[in-house]
């Protein structure tokens, strides 16, 4: 049975969410970008995965995710992957039933505060925090893939 990933993700508007000592540093990158299969490598503390996501559709997408040797990982990161590497804080806020992924970019994406939140359909009822802003879920500037090639500190104004 194939793992679906149905996902919303909004801009964070103040950091009225943010808690001390939660956040846990993530360092990935890419080994594919294409719309039809995105391939990434991710490393968080000891641990790395190798992440497989189809194309999204709607808010939703196929996603295959296993563990890797950090090592391994660590190596792919440096010498396989699409240059940036993406390096965030991610830190877990509940909120009404839900728990919220927030990721604060560091590098070359410094400046871009994104939430998350995983859902069980597309309809799925949810709460929203007072420091949600603008919805970007359709947009795919705010990929992680595409934050790579266009990182969010070369946009201009008006994108």
Same mark, same amino acid.
């Given at each position: 049975? %194939?793992?679906?990933?149905? /996902?919303? $993700?909004?801009? !964070?508007?103040?950091? +009225? #969410?943010?808690?001390? =000592? @939660?956040?846990?540093?993530?360092? @990935? &990158?890419?080994?594919?970008?294409?719309? @039809?299969?995105?391939?990434? !490598?991710?490393?968080?503390?000891?641990?790395?995965?190798?992440?497989? $996501?189809? @194309?999204?559709?709607?808010?939703?997408?196929?996603?295959?995710?296993?563990?890797?040797? !950090? *090592?391994? %990982?660590?190596?792919?990161? /440096?010498?396989?992957?699409?240059?940036?590497?993406?390096? $965030?804080?991610?830190?877990?806020? $509940?909120?009404?039933?839900?728990? #919220?992924?927030?990721?604060?970019?560091?590098? %070359?994406?410094?400046?871009? !505060?994104?939430? *998350?939140?995983?859902?069980?359909? /597309?309809?799925?009822?949810?709460?929203?925090?007072?420091?949600? =802003? *603008?919805?970007?879920? +359709?947009?795919?500037?705010?990929?992680?893939?595409?934050?790579? &090639?266009?990182?969010?500190?070369?946009?201009?104004?008006?994108?």
């Amino acid at each position: 049975m %194939a793992n679906t990933e149905i /996902e919303r $993700k909004f801009l !964070v508007t103040d950091l +009225g #969410w943010k808690q001390k =000592g @939660q956040g846990r540093r993530f360092r @990935q &990158a890419y080994l594919s970008t294409d719309k @039809q299969r995105v391939v990434r !490598v991710r490393v968080v503390d000891d641990d790395a995965w190798l992440t497989i $996501k189809g @194309q999204t559709s709607g808010i939703t997408r196929l996603e295959f995710e296993y563990a890797i040797p !950090v *090592e391994d %990982a660590e190596h792919m990161l /440096e010498s396989l992957c699409h240059q940036p590497v993406i390096d $965030k804080t991610r830190y877990l806020l $509940k909120h009404g039933d839900h728990t #919220w992924e927030i990721d604060e970019f560091h590098g %070359a994406n410094e400046g871009l !505060v994104v939430a *998350e939140i995983e859902l069980d359909s /597309e309809e799925e009822h949810f709460e929203r925090p007072e420091w949600l =802003g *603008e919805e970007v879920s +359709g947009d795919p500037r705010y990929f992680n893939s595409n934050l790579i &090639a266009h990182p969010y500190r070369e946009w201009s104004e008006p994108e």
